[in-house]
């Protein structure tokens, strides 16, 4: 290590600590790259400008993009930060190692068998296949590996969890008096959400679809595993975000030049988040069969209420940014926004992510609207909008975060920062044009899951332009981020070959507002997580309950749809899902998310 | 605040700046330093009343135009 002076980085105090994070990041970013490209097959393909696979495998590609890229890739990173997170807000070493080892492989162990057993899904000779797509309820089915590979997984998060909150344990046994730090603060609620959050999957992966896939049971109900599968299914939206929220709170201000403005309001923003997140997910089943009206209208209401936290959020993380650009000398009502470090590309790609997740926000406002949902349920609409979300604001975050992490994390420089400057704004550039032609796609009702939306005899209208021209944008707009994603990779590729320096370290600044400003009940993770308890019993009791009544846990019946097509037989798939949609009512949902 | 900040571009030390290491070399320094009383966040109200105005302006779109604005879809 060559000589210099300066703080000491993460790594310098917490080699360990350092190498799991690194791991940690290695993974996500394997799956990031295979993700990458799996993302721009599709959008190739579907707009018709490309096809070099078969229709039949277009669907092992869309799973594979959509697990690798919202399981591992972000879940990775997750771990990966908040394990940074606790150990530099703490400043305490990890209790054990070895068992903070232990859930890194459980997780990537339990990443590689699912991911193997979606990608033998290329494989036909091999007979196994899960081309099941991220949302894999019933009547879609897998090879019983992939359900096991999750579950494997699962507990892997779920050790992590533990590992921090024990974590929390011996660093208050030493601390009695004092406030929990934020970014603390931040991994504690987070993985409360996420213990929710996880029952429905649990149950639903164990108790029905492992052990269906396995013949042990003969039938499962389709819209009880749609039901528990969103009940898990939107906090992870969230979940995902959380990392995003931890970097826009607690390391943007710093590289603004600023102080975070409030850490009260950070921690109301967070308790929000725990009690919010996961009594809303029936709002991804308004078309639904089976659920009462009423209950609808009780997640769209709680689904309105989030919009709370994000606001707040806006708030708080724009006035820290403010609040740096006046410290560096900027004035005017709007002319402080010149005095920000834009050539920084930490800095830039963070505040771009927030820019397209105030437009996520919007369209995630028209999908939450029970009747207005209509208008866009299924429709390319709906993956316009979580690419804002989930692809932009968290995944653009974290590469932005990745550029300022990495020097702390290894002791060395980014390769390239201007190269990292041109790759968050192609990024940006990339996903406005891809996003933007989803979402006008979908108001003409161009579905979303399909290889090929072109039909015979049938044109789509438009209001103005052609459905190729929006065809043209999406596979541009895919094609920039498949390029930006490779610059990411590369950039960080070539930074392994640095040499290590010292004198890199950061730290963090005080917020203005300091957690002592808020009322220590706050901090009260036992209450905050009994009464996220009790509103998504409320939320959920009833209808899940009239759900069993209806049609009986296991359901009344039906064929499972192991959707191993291959060539040549897709006409007796699309015979077996036609023949089935008379069969129960229950069925005829899942079987249209089929067709779609 | 900026207590241990130091500052890492390429090596070079430029005192005791709070600056990011993936920013370039000669990005502004941090010229005064406001405390939260002497912060009034007037730019960042400004920003989300103009955000605000376009969720209205987009949502009436939405709903007038391309919601209540399109007839019935009717397959089969």
Redesign the interface.
């Known amino acids: 290590m060559s000589t210099g002076s300066g703080a000491a980085t993460f790594v310098d105090r917490y080699p360990e600590e350092a190498s799991i994070v690194r791991q940690a990041f290695f993974v996500a970013f394997v799956a990031f790259g295979l993700g990458a490209l799996f993302g721009v097959i599709q959008a190739l393909h579907r707009t018709d400008i490309l096809r070099f696979i078969p229709s039949t495998d277009y669907y092992t590609v869309l799973t594979a993009h959509g697990v690798l890229l919202v399981i591992v890739f972000t879940i990775f990173f997750l771990v990966g930060l908040f394990q940074w997170a606790i150990t530099r807000s703490f400043d305490r070493p990890v209790e054990d190692i070895r068992i903070t080892k232990a859930w890194l492989a459980l997780m990537s162990v339990g990443s590689v068998v699912t991911g193997v057993t979606i990608l033998l899904g290329f494989v036909d000779e091999v007979g196994i296949s899960a081309d099941v797509l991220f949302t894999f309820y019933a009547p879609l089915q897998a090879h019983p590996l992939f359900y096991a590979g999750l579950a494997v997984f699962l507990v892997g998060t779920w050790i992590a969890g533990a590992d921090w909150f024990r974590s929390w344990l011996a660093w208050n046994a030493e601390h009695p008096d004092d406030r929990i730090p934020l970014q603390a603060f931040v991994v504690l609620t987070t993985m409360l959400m996420w213990y929710i959050a996880t029952i429905g999957v649990a149950v639903a992966v164990l108790f029905f679809l492992l052990p269906w896939s396995l013949g042990l049971i003969e039938t499962v109900n389709p819209l009880l595993t749609r039901t528990l599968f969103w009940f898990f299914g939107h906090p992870v939206v969230y979940f995902w975000l959380m990392p995003a929220y931890l970097l826009w709170y607690t390391v943007l201000p710093k590289i603004a030049g600023g102080r975070l403005f409030s850490d009260p309001l950070a921690r109301v923003v967070f308790v929000l988040f725990l009690l919010l997140s996961t009594p809303v997910g029936i709002h991804h089943q308004y078309l639904d069969p089976g659920i009462a009206e009423s209950f609808k209208f009780i997640a769209m209401t709680n689904t309105m209420f989030l919009l709370l936290p994000s606001l707040l959020t806006a708030f708080t993380v724009v006035a820290s940014v403010e609040h740096g650009a006046r410290q560096r000398g900027g004035t005017g009502l709007f002319g402080w926004l010149r005095a920000l470090p834009w050539r920084d590309p930490a800095f830039t790609g963070m505040m771009l992510a927030g820019l397209m997740f105030a437009a996520g926000g919007f369209s995630g406002m028209i999908n939450a609207g029970m009747n207005i949902n209509y208008l866009v349920h299924n429709t390319l609409w709906v993956p316009g909008h979580f690419h804002l979300t989930v692809g932009t604001a968290v995944a653009l975050t974290m590469m932005a975060g990745t550029y300022w992490l990495w020097p702390q994390l290894t002791n060395r420089r980014l390769y390239s920062r201007p190269i990292g400057l041109l790759q968050v704004v192609v990024w940006f550039g990339g996903m406005a044009l891809m996003s933007n032609a989803m979402h006008v796609s979908g108001l003409y009702g161009i579905p979303r899951r399909t290889a090929e939306p072109q039909y015979q005899g049938f044109d789509f209208s438009t209001a103005f332009g052609s459905v190729a021209e929006l065809n043209v944008q999406l596979a541009i707009g895919g094609t920039l981020l498949f390029v930006s994603a490779l610059l990411f990779l590369a950039n960080l590729a070539f930074s392994w070959g640095n040499p290590t320096t010292s004198g890199l370290g950061q730290t963090l600044p005080p917020a203005l507002s300091g957690p002592d400003d808020s009322p220590r009940v706050l901090d009260n993770m036992r209450l905050w997580a009994a009464i996220a308890l009790v509103l998504v019993a409320l939320a959920y009791a009833l209808p899940l309950g009239a759900i069993v009544a209806d049609s009986g846990l296991f359901g009344p019946g039906g064929d499972a749809y192991p959707v191993t097509v291959v060539l040549n037989s897709v006409a007796v798939t699309a015979e077996r899902l036609t023949a089935s949609v008379g069969a129960t009512l229950a069925d005829v949902g899942g079987v249209l998310e089929v067709i779609r | ?8 571009d ?2 070079a ?1 430029h005192g005791d700046l ?1 600056r ?5 070399p000669d ?10 009383e002497e ?1 009034d ?4 109200l ?3 009343l103009v ?1 605000f105005a ?2 209205v302006g ?2 009436v779109f ?2 007038f135009v ?2 209540l604005g ?1 007839g019935l ?1 009717v397959v089969g």
């Not at chain 2, 990011?20 to 370039?24: E, Y």
């Open positions: 605040m900026n207590e241990g900040m130091v500052s890492a390429d090596g030390t709070e990011s290491v993936s920013a370039p990005q502004a320094d941090v010229d005064r330093t406001l405390s939260h912060f966040p007037k730019g960042t400004a920003l989300i955000y376009i969720l987009m949502w939405m709903y391309e919601f399109n879809t």
